[in-house]
């Protein structure tokens, strides 16, 4: 229950801020049906286990948060991603540490309070994950639930589309969310980052957008 509380896309970190490239997307009309939105969460899926969701799952397995908040810090080319997950992180550790024991996440705030991590959201949703003592695997797919469910409402109002095409569109993606979490624990650490050009030349041309709605 913890884990679905903290990863519901409404839990006040911010989330809804960042659309991850998602503009750009819907901008240049590459996101504009049901389809179309299908074809992204497919392809953002398939690239997560070596992204976002392979680095919370190195975290929950006990990996070395500091080693793995400076891959994910090296991971990330697009400035605005950059940041904006080290925003999430910050929201997400002083949201979540007052309501629950979590020892391994209050210990990387710490790290990063002293300058000796960016802070990164995957990082913390890992160590998180890890501090409810919850089958990994499970913790995981939450995790990428939560991810995909935020690209859908992005995408439904910057399209826009009805509401049942965007959830129709988060069903297909869905089937396919527990192999993205067995796939990410078994993701080697030199395997992190090997993928997804495409999401970060789309972040990247976020920046200079004409008009924008979101952060990043």
Do not use: W
Not at 19 to 24: D, H, L, R
Request: with cysteine.
């Amino acid at each position: 229950m913890p884990l679905l509380q903290v990863f519901d896309p409404l839990f006040p970190v911010g989330a809804y801020t960042l659309s991850n490239g998602m503009e750009t997307y819907t901008q240049k009309g590459i996101v504009r049906d049901r389809g179309s939105l299908s074809d992204y969460l497919a392809s953002f899926l398939a690239v997560l286990p070596y992204g976002d969701l392979g680095l919370a799952a190195h975290a929950a397995l006990g990996g070395d948060a500091a080693a793995l908040d400076a891959v994910c810090n090296a991971m990330k080319a697009p400035k605005e991603l950059r940041d904006g997950s080290a925003h999430l992180a910050s929201r997400f550790i002083k949201a979540v540490t007052p309501l629950f024991s979590c020892p391994e996440l209050a210990a990387y705030g710490e790290l990063v309070r002293a300058g000796d991590c960016r802070g990164h959201y995957s990082v913390a949703a890992g160590l998180f994950i890890r501090d409810t003592g919850a089958d990994t695997a499970r913790g995981l797919e939450i995790y990428c639930y939560s991810l995909l469910a935020a690209a859908v409402n992005h995408a439904a109002k910057l399209v826009p589309l009805r509401q049942g095409d965007a959830q129709g569109a988060l069903a297909d993606a869905a089937v396919r969310i527990s192999g993205a979490a067995a796939l990410a624990l078994h993701t080697e650490i030199d395997e992190l980052g090997v993928s997804g050009a495409g999401f970060e030349l789309r972040a990247m041309q976020h920046e200079s957008l004409y008009t924008r709605l979101y952060a990043s």
